[in-house]
């Protein structure tokens, strides 16, 4: 179906942006994966580009371009070339937004520039080894010295654990209100801040996730983002943004698991036909093609309604709901379409397999999505 969705100047940023990842991530990614992490100089490279946080003030070197379709682009486009590594939505769309948000003029003029260059990664700490959908059991705390905050917990599953120099961590404040937690900036090199193992993943290869420990770690009052108590309704109200990024990018990487099937599926010959003519598979491709197409229209308009600050919590949760379970079950036939070969590491489709697999698990689960939806409809 074609889209009518772009303007002419988000082409030309289409284009300029898939020339870059052909020229500076494409080489690389069999290297990172292998690695199980990205090269750090690819960060500062976007960031030379403008690729970070375009969103961003002039005065702190983004470009002003409050739209979200430039962040859409930047995930359609990784999610074709599956590079699920370089997470720029992570850095742009869900870490920066807190700091330009919640964030005061001095701690803007602090950390923005760096960010926007590349030169400082970001990471956001809120899930632990025993509370990952109920956020508000985690453990880990912060408690008020006066001038400075005493941390101490742990992370688990940390996106850019590794890489991260600022590290956005969620801890509790007020052990007699569970909802009671700040969001703390901890910088790269804090005493008792350690990083643990890079977690070995079922996909998502090129990318770090590691744990963070924090063993009293002072954090001055200057890293608190926003008011000591209300951390909790600052990462409720930042996971609508995070749920449109993951919805964009999971109807492109089903756009890409489809093409990459209807390739395979008119070269494979078996019984004397290519495997596209049998019926099952026309049916099935048929099936897909229609589905990627409807969550392709529902994710462009909830993008508009974001541009306008329309979107509300529970129409993110439906895109997130239905783009990631979407993704999924296209990945899964497209394997079942390759045969063996499509489970084997070489074919693009065995990748985006592994890779898929946690979008309906990461920033909350289907489950949760529909327990948002659920009590929307006041049931
Ligand atoms: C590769 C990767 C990257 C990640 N990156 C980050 C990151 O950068 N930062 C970060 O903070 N976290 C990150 N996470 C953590 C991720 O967001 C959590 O794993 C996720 O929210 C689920 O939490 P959990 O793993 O504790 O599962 P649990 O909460 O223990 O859930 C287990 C099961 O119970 C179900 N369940 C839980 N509650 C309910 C309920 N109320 N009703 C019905 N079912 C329920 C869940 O849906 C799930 O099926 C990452 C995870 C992975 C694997």
Redesign the pocket.
């Known amino acids: 179906m074609l889209r009518n969705h772009f303007e002419t100047e988000h082409n030309l940023f289409r284009d300029a942006f898939r020339a870059f990842l052909d020229r500076e991530v494409v080489p690389h990614q069999d290297e990172w994966e292998e690695a199980g992490v990205v090269d750090r100089s690819v960060w500062r490279k976007a960031g030379e580009m403008g690729f970070l946080l375009p969103w961003a003030e002039e005065e702190y070197g983004g470009t002003g371009l409050k739209d979200f379709r430039y962040e859409q682009i930047m995930c359609e486009e990784l999610a074709a070339i599956n590079e699920p590594g370089f997470m720029i939505p992570l850095h742009s769309a869900l870490c920066g937004p807190y700091i330009a948000e919640y964030g005061n003029a001095e701690q803007k003029a602090r950390w923005m520039p760096g960010i926007i260059r590349g030169e400082s990664i970001l ?5 632990e080894p025993s ?4 956020l508000a059991g985690m453990r880990t705390t912060a408690v008020d010295k006066g001038d400075h905050f005493v941390l101490n917990g742990s ?1 688990v ?3 850019n654990g590794l890489l991260a120099d600022l590290v956005i961590v969620a801890a509790k404040t007020d052990p007699a209100n569970k909802h009671a937690m700040g969001l703390f900036v901890v910088e790269r090199g804090m005493e008792g801040f350690e990083r643990g193992r890079n977690l070995k ?1 079922l996909g ?1 290869k090129s990318q770090d ?1 590691a744990e963070l420990f924090f063993n009293n770690v002072k954090v001055p009052k200057e890293n608190l983002l926003g008011d000591a108590k209300g951390g909790f309704f600052y990462l409720m109200n930042m996971l609508a943004q995070e749920r449109l990024t993951n919805a964009c990018g999971a109807v492109a990487g089903a756009e890409a698991a489809l093409n990459a099937t209807v390739d395979y599926v008119k070269e494979r010959k078996a019984f004397d036909r290519p495997v596209a003519h049998f019926q099952n598979t026309r049916f099935k491709l048929a099936e897909m093609r229609t589905q990627i197409d409807v969550a392709q229209v529902f994710t462009d308009r909830c993008v508009m309604d974001h541009n306008q600050k329309k979107l509300i919590p529970e129409v993110a949760a439906e895109a997130k709901l239905f783009t990631t379970e979407l993704l999924c079950k296209v990945v899964d036939e497209g394997v079942q379409l390759h045969g063996g070969w499509g489970y084997m590491w070489e074919y693009p489709i065995c990748r985006m397999y592994a890779n898929a697999r ?1 979008q309906r ?5 289907s ?2 999505m529909k ?1 948002i939806i659920s009590r929307g409809m006041k049931l």
């Open positions: 990471a956001v700490a809120m899930t509370a990952g959908s109920d992370k599953f940390i996106s993943k998502m996730t946690i698990i990461f920033a909350g689960t489950e949760i327990e």
